[in-house]
């Protein structure tokens, strides 16, 4: 009679699958039915079978349920069931993670685990799913065997693993019943063997993966020459390199696995680690070196590096001038500051010794004097001087616009803020420093905030809720006098007095004129000059708008004029003022430029031979040869433009004032 076997599985789905393996494994010497447990069945004789199997213990519990039949003569196996091979690369290609184990009842769940675990995937963390449950912590992946509906809606990644099929002991626990040929049972394990060598060889191709990578990593740490440590968020040391090593005292083998305490007998090295600072210094023996901390964004490890100075040094200047590419960073230092008036010198020794001070620093100054510079200059020399500037002039925006500016806000706050709200520049500038322009236009609503983040080192986003720590130097200035703002009550006394604690002057340009060649020299482009009598020019000017109107006044003149840059080439403005000590015109010189005056005004140019014959008849008696020298100088003052051919020459507005004057 030909043996017979009864599969009964949970559903279709299950019983498909796992009758395709008995199928494929047994099919040539037994006859075999599934069924799904709760299928409708007619003409069914369960005893007719010689071997239920059974999918699941709860299959068969169902099924006893439904059919009240003495099965005596019926061998009832529930089957054990394993993890199929083909799902095995998408386990091992999971990270390192948490993840939540999924099937229809409690008992398949601790079994999937199981079989995972046991088939040596050791790098997942597997959480039991549980009915009813919808929630688990940080959990965002679930491996399942096809029951992807069950999976609660917090996880966004499913492996599916597709249906478990039976273990190896279970087929050969059919067979051994049945009493099967011998030769079966080798075969059946040849084909069982063949898959589980291929899975085998993937599981081995991992871990020499692994190993090959943790080599890889080793080396690479050793190769760097900080000494290097890291420690989970329980304080075991998880990773070390050769330098740690010599600074511990202890090998990499007794050091891994053991708590920070157990190891560290520096007391330098385990207060840094204990604190705050991400920065601090540890003397190890003779040499002076820098630490580093850092910690994963996840919060579970922390990384300290040990550097020697001259190498932190090294990348603290390096860090620094990205800083500066990305404009974050002062750009200037007193040595960009041009001058050498006592004046001059004495704002910069003032502003390079309130720079090592804690303290706001107020600087005073006409508008172009070049108060932004020494801000940058005193940044450059503070403490802060590897963090950001940021510089904001305080006139230049509404009081609103200039709130969020400073202060940032939360999403929401108002139309147009944008998604995930916007960080002030008091929080940008956390770390470094604030350079706030024109103070003195400050309104009274931001005054009183600005005097807040003073007294107590923290912001309050608009629309914000919690307080921000921010640590910032703030660097002001005005043009105003602060104290008369004060007395008039237009700025706050209890705001000026904590900004003007330190505070210092820069002087205008008038009264630093000695300076004038040193800071042309430097603002004109290479190879020009000016002429000594433009420079004469320069110097008798009050500049009003000091190094800002100097410098717009150069490039005036360079865009204007040729290599020598003379009276002429500067703005309209300098050429109407008469140089100190300009040769008087002579009396023809005169005469030439009064007849070229007469003739603009009538809006015509006047030819070399009309010029000699006007000259004669007001008894100015010049050849055309003479006018047409005449001509030339005054050209060369630039009271006359020559016109070329016949087109006769007219006279320049710069010649038209010299007229006036004279
Ligand atoms: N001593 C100096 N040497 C070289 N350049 C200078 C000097 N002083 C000022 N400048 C230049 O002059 C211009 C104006 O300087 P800055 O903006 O620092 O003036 P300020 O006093 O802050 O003006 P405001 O009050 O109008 O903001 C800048 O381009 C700056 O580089």
């Given at each position: 009679m030909h043996k017979q076997l009864l599969l009964v599985t949970g559903n279709n789905n299950t019983k498909a699958v796992l009758h395709a393996q008995l199928n494929m494994l047994l099919g040539d010497t037994i006859s075999i039915r599934s069924i799904a447990v709760d299928e409708k069945q007619q003409n069914f004789r369960p005893d007719e079978f010689q071997i239920i199997l059974f999918s699941s213990r709860s299959v068969r519990e169902e099924f006893f349920q439904l059919y009240a039949f003495p099965l005596e003569q019926t061998h009832l196996l529930t089957g054990k069931r394993t993890i199929n091979p083909e799902a095995f690369p998408r386990l091992l290609a999971l990270p390192k993670s948490r993840v939540l184990v999924v099937n229809d009842d409690e008992e398949s769940v601790n079994e999937t685990a199981e079989s995972i675990y046991q088939l040596g995937i050791d790098h997942l963390e597997l959480i039991p799913f549980q009915t009813g449950r919808h929630f688990y912590d940080g959990v965002t992946t679930a491996v399942t065997p096809s029951e992807k509906?069950?999976?609660?809606?917090?996880?966004?990644?499913?492996?599916?693993?597709?249906v478990r099929p039976f273990d190896m002991t279970t087929i050969i626990r059919v067979v051994d019943y049945l009493k099967l040929d011998e030769t079966i049972a080798s075969k059946l394990s040849e084909r069982y063997l063949t898959k589980m060598v291929k899975l085998q060889e993937s599981l081995l191709a991992k871990e020499d993966h692994t190993q090959k990578i943790s080599d890889h990593y080793h080396e690479l740490l050793n190769q760097m020459d900080d000494a290097i440590l890291a420690f989970n968020h329980k304080g075991v040391i998880t990773a070390v390199n050769q330098g740690m090593e010599k600074i511990l005292s202890k090998a990499a083998s007794i050091v891994i696995g053991s708590s920070i305490y157990e190891v560290i007998s520096n007391r330098t090295l385990l207060q840094f680690i204990e604190n705050k600072d991400t920065r601090g210094f540890l003397t190890i023996g003779e040499q002076e070196h820098v630490l580093y901390k850092t910690t994963t964004s996840s919060f579970s490890s922390t990384v300290v590096t040990v550097k020697s100075v001259e190498k932190a040094f090294e990348i603290e200047q390096t860090a620094r001038r990205e800083h500066r590419r990305k404009g974050?960073?002062?750009?200037?230092?007193?040595?960009?500051?041009i001058g050498e008036h006592p004046l001059l010198t004495e704002a910069k020794d003032r502003s390079l010794k309130m720079a090592a001070a804690d303290y706001p620093v107020l600087i005073y100054g006409e508008t172009g004097v070049g108060k932004e510079l020494f801000a940058h200059a005193v940044h450059h020399n503070s403490?802060?001087?590897q963090g950001p500037f940021f510089a904001v002039n305080c006139s230049a925006m509404s009081e609103s616009l200039l709130h969020s500016e400073l202060f940032g806000y939360e999403e929401g706050t108002f139309t147009g803020a944008l998604k995930g709200g916007k960080r002030g520049l008091f929080e940008l500038a956390s770390g470094g420093t604030l350079f706030l322009d024109e103070i003195g236009e400050l309104s009274t609503g931001v005054q009183a905030q600005l005097l807040r983040v003073l007294q107590e080192g923290e912001i309050r986003r608009i629309g914000g809720g919690s307080n921000i720590p921010v640590e910032n130097r703030i660097i002001a200035a005005t043009n105003k006098n602060l104290e008369l703002e004060v007395r008039e009550g237009r700025f706050r006394s209890d705001l000026f007095y904590r900004l003007n604690v330190l505070h210092f002057s820069v002087p205008p340009l008038r009264e630093r004129k000695s300076d004038l060649p040193l800071l042309c020299k430097a603002l004109l482009r290479e190879n020009r000059k000016l002429s000594p009598e433009a420079e004469d020019i320069l110097q008798k000017y009050?500049?009003?708008?000091?190094i800002r109107e100097l410098k717009s006044t150069i490039a005036y003149a360079e865009t204007t004029g040729g290599n020598v840059l003379t009276s002429g080439d500067l703005p309209e403005f300098f050429r109407k003022m008469r140089p100190r000590n300009a040769a008087p015109l002579t009396p023809d010189l005169f005469k030439l430029l009064d007849l070229l005056a007469e003739a603009a005004s009538k809006g015509e140019r006047v030819s070399l031979k009309k010029l000699a014959e006007k000259a004669s008849a007001d008894?100015?008696?010049?050849?055309i040869q003479q006018v047409r020298m005449r001509i030339q100088k005054l050209a060369e003052k630039g009271f006359v433009e020559k016109g070329s051919g016949r087109m006769g020459s007219t006279i320049t507005t710069q010649g038209l004032s010299r007229l006036q004057e004279l």
């Amino acid at each position: 009679m030909h043996k017979q076997l009864l599969l009964v599985t949970g559903n279709n789905n299950t019983k498909a699958v796992l009758h395709a393996q008995l199928n494929m494994l047994l099919g040539d010497t037994i006859s075999i039915r599934s069924i799904a447990v709760d299928e409708k069945q007619q003409n069914f004789r369960p005893d007719e079978f010689q071997i239920i199997l059974f999918s699941s213990r709860s299959v068969r519990e169902e099924f006893f349920q439904l059919y009240a039949f003495p099965l005596e003569q019926t061998h009832l196996l529930t089957g054990k069931r394993t993890i199929n091979p083909e799902a095995f690369p998408r386990l091992l290609a999971l990270p390192k993670s948490r993840v939540l184990v999924v099937n229809d009842d409690e008992e398949s769940v601790n079994e999937t685990a199981e079989s995972i675990y046991q088939l040596g995937i050791d790098h997942l963390e597997l959480i039991p799913f549980q009915t009813g449950r919808h929630f688990y912590d940080g959990v965002t992946t679930a491996v399942t065997p096809s029951e992807k509906d069950r999976c609660p809606p917090s996880i966004s990644r499913i492996i599916d693993i597709d249906v478990r099929p039976f273990d190896m002991t279970t087929i050969i626990r059919v067979v051994d019943y049945l009493k099967l040929d011998e030769t079966i049972a080798s075969k059946l394990s040849e084909r069982y063997l063949t898959k589980m060598v291929k899975l085998q060889e993937s599981l081995l191709a991992k871990e020499d993966h692994t190993q090959k990578i943790s080599d890889h990593y080793h080396e690479l740490l050793n190769q760097m020459d900080d000494a290097i440590l890291a420690f989970n968020h329980k304080g075991v040391i998880t990773a070390v390199n050769q330098g740690m090593e010599k600074i511990l005292s202890k090998a990499a083998s007794i050091v891994i696995g053991s708590s920070i305490y157990e190891v560290i007998s520096n007391r330098t090295l385990l207060q840094f680690i204990e604190n705050k600072d991400t920065r601090g210094f540890l003397t190890i023996g003779e040499q002076e070196h820098v630490l580093y901390k850092t910690t994963t964004s996840s919060f579970s490890s922390t990384v300290v590096t040990v550097k020697s100075v001259e190498k932190a040094f090294e990348i603290e200047q390096t860090a620094r001038r990205e800083h500066r590419r990305k404009g974050l960073a002062s750009k200037y230092t007193l040595q960009d500051i041009i001058g050498e008036h006592p004046l001059l010198t004495e704002a910069k020794d003032r502003s390079l010794k309130m720079a090592a001070a804690d303290y706001p620093v107020l600087i005073y100054g006409e508008t172009g004097v070049g108060k932004e510079l020494f801000a940058h200059a005193v940044h450059h020399n503070s403490k802060q001087w590897q963090g950001p500037f940021f510089a904001v002039n305080c006139s230049a925006m509404s009081e609103s616009l200039l709130h969020s500016e400073l202060f940032g806000y939360e999403e929401g706050t108002f139309t147009g803020a944008l998604k995930g709200g916007k960080r002030g520049l008091f929080e940008l500038a956390s770390g470094g420093t604030l350079f706030l322009d024109e103070i003195g236009e400050l309104s009274t609503g931001v005054q009183a905030q600005l005097l807040r983040v003073l007294q107590e080192g923290e912001i309050r986003r608009i629309g914000g809720g919690s307080n921000i720590p921010v640590e910032n130097r703030i660097i002001a200035a005005t043009n105003k006098n602060l104290e008369l703002e004060v007395r008039e009550g237009r700025f706050r006394s209890d705001l000026f007095y904590r900004l003007n604690v330190l505070h210092f002057s820069v002087p205008p340009l008038r009264e630093r004129k000695s300076d004038l060649p040193l800071l042309c020299k430097a603002l004109l482009r290479e190879n020009r000059k000016l002429s000594p009598e433009a420079e004469d020019i320069l110097q008798k000017y009050d500049w009003p708008g000091n190094i800002r109107e100097l410098k717009s006044t150069i490039a005036y003149a360079e865009t204007t004029g040729g290599n020598v840059l003379t009276s002429g080439d500067l703005p309209e403005f300098f050429r109407k003022m008469r140089p100190r000590n300009a040769a008087p015109l002579t009396p023809d010189l005169f005469k030439l430029l009064d007849l070229l005056a007469e003739a603009a005004s009538k809006g015509e140019r006047v030819s070399l031979k009309k010029l000699a014959e006007k000259a004669s008849a007001d008894g100015y008696s010049l050849s055309i040869q003479q006018v047409r020298m005449r001509i030339q100088k005054l050209a060369e003052k630039g009271f006359v433009e020559k016109g070329s051919g016949r087109m006769g020459s007219t006279i320049t507005t710069q010649g038209l004032s010299r007229l006036q004057e004279l």
